[in-house]
Structures are given as structure tokens and as C-alpha cells.
């Protein structure tokens, strides 16, 4: 009885529930694509994604592993070990920072860049494959909600 009326309240139709759903699983599916190429090349998602955020940065700005934590959503101490094993793996450098010698900056390597155009590529590719559909999910969910 209490839930009827929650979905009353809230005029949400089957259909509606079947685009959100819809919508959900394409989501869901980009992502596993990306944890798949990912692991194709040795790395983990979380690895491309902070590849990503450090190649976004403008080049006149440099993210520390606090930018990089805000940036990803994950605390200070999980973005320290994952710079580290980027680190380790040489596609990131820490350098100390010109404008403040007590903050380390964080910059893509060679070898880092040339691993992130590739994987970048192959992401591009999927997001002009699967765009279509996500832009018809959102047009269809916008205009069937009141």
C-alpha cells in the first residue's frame, strides 16, 4: 500500500521505469567496456581515469594527488596509492611544484601519454558508437516526466 502510493506520488509509469532502466544498463555497459580496455593494456579503470583527469589539465596547471583525489571521488590516501602504482608503472611523474616547493605535482609521462591516446581513442570510438542511444534515452525520459 505505502509503495503504490510513493509511485503515485511520483507519476512514474512502467514505461518510465523501463527507460531509467534502460538508460542505467547503457551506462553500465560504457563502463564495462572501459574496465575492459583498460585491463587490455595492464591497467585498471581507475588508472584510466586519472590518466584522463591529468591529460585534461590545462597545460598551464598541474593537479596535485589532493586535485586528483577531488577529481576522481576517492580520499586522499586511496589517490597517494593509486599515483603510486602509476608511478611505478612510469606513466606518471611527480614533480615538486615551482610556485610551492611543499606541493607535488603530478604530470603524465612519455610513456603515460602514449598509453592514454590509445586507450583514449578506443573510448572515443565507443562514445560516437553508443552516443546515439544515450541521446535518445535522455530526450525520451525528458519529455515523458512531468
Known sequence: M????AEKRHQLTTTSYARLAAW?????GFLRFSEEAAERVGLTSQHYQAMLALRACRDDRRLTIADLAQELLIKHNSAV???DRLVEQQLVVREASSTDRR??????S?????????????HRREVQRIGPVL???VSEIRRSEP
Open 110 to 122: 612519455t610513456r603515460g601519454r602514449q598509453v592514454l591516446a590509445k586507450l583514449a581513442a578506443v
Open 103 to 108: 606541493k607535488v605535482e603530478l604530470r603524465l
Open 24 to 28: 542505467r544498463r547503457t551506462l553500465r
Open 81 to 83: 596509492g593509486l599515483v
Open 135 to 137: 541521446e535518445r534515452l
Open 2 to 5: 505505502l509503495l503504490k502510493k
